[in-house]
């Protein structure tokens, strides 16, 4: 796979001053706050419904992961297709260039001739689903029939595009791409419903507004390409939260609804990464 090293460097760069000038609000932010207002606290029931979210969250992604992949003949064992999604959440975050970081690991990871393609494939299948469910959220919030009409039409593209996905997909399984699909599209949900508890805790209600603010967010923070989004999410979610809650409370969302989902399969990928380098080490020592 060709690249170039050059403008990923300066694209790196550009990351990098961004997040600094973010981070640089976020301390001003912070530093605003009234500390012993912050509170985690969460009822037994709330940790139980977000630790189930996180752990079909983590499986319906990694199982949508290991069925695209069969379409382009790549065979992942149980324990390969865990490893390269946890690999990937730490790709994103440590190679500091976003989800192309994510799909970096993965082609690295991966072996096979259509691997390029694998990869690319399983970036605009994820973009599409998110698509799906950003337009159909947005319909539900304002009910304005041209959200509707572009929902429909999103979701008819395959059938307008089906020679281009044919020239793709070496196996032409469509009972697979819409599996592989309907699972990822469920991960997507996951996140809104794990958002949904923790602002409930605080609103005490489910406000439809407040949970599409705090997803737009989230696709926001996708799309600037910074890992995870950070920097731009809490952004968007201090400035589109602070007219219903208090700074500190905000402050307590954006922490629960990061360690809740991002942040661990970060740090279980970085425990992955630093296993199978310390076994390459022992096996070049033996050597």
Excluded: C, W
Aim: proline content about 1%; cysteine-free; aromatic content about 14%.
């Amino acid at each position: 796979m060709k690249m170039d090293f050059g403008k990923i460097k300066e694209s790196k760069g550009i990351r990098v001053l961004v997040l600094i000038l973010l981070l640089v609000g976020l301390v001003y932010y912070t530093s605003t706050l009234e500390l012993d207002k912050i509170s985690f606290t969460l009822k037994q029931e709330e940790i139980f419904y977000l630790a189930a979210i996180f752990i079909i969250f983590n499986i319906t992604r990694m199982f949508s992961m290991k069925i695209f992949l069969e379409l382009f003949n790549i065979k992942l064992t149980l324990k390969e297709t865990i490893e390269l999604h946890f690999l990937s959440a730490f790709g994103e975050i440590a190679s500091f260039i976003g989800k192309v970081g994510a799909d970096a690991t993965k082609y690295l990871y991966l072996t096979g001739k259509e691997k390029k393609k694998a990869v690319i494939g399983f970036r605009l299948l994820s973009t599409y689903a998110y698509l799906l469910v950003f337009f159909g959220f947005f319909y539900i919030v304002t009910m304005n029939i041209a959200l509707l009409a572009l929902f429909i039409a999103i979701t008819i593209a395959p059938i307008i595009l089906q020679k281009k996905i044919n020239a793709m997909l070496p196996e032409k399984n469509y009972s697979k791409l819409v599996q592989a699909n309907l699972l990822f599209m469920a991960s997507v949900i996951l996140t809104i419903i794990g958002a949904a508890i923790i602002i409930a805790t605080f609103s005490h209600t489910i406000n439809l507004d407040l949970l599409f603010s705090y997803f737009f967010s989230y696709i926001a923070g996708i799309l600037s390409t910074l890992p995870f989004g950070f920097g731009v999410q809490e952004a968007l979610i201090i400035g589109t939260f602070s007219s219903t809650f208090t700074n500190e409370t905000i402050t307590t969302i954006i922490i629960l609804t990061r360690i809740t989902t991002v942040i661990p399969s970060a740090l279980i990928g970085a425990m992955i990464f630093m296993k199978k380098l310390l076994v390459k080490k022992q096996q070049q020592l033996k050597k």
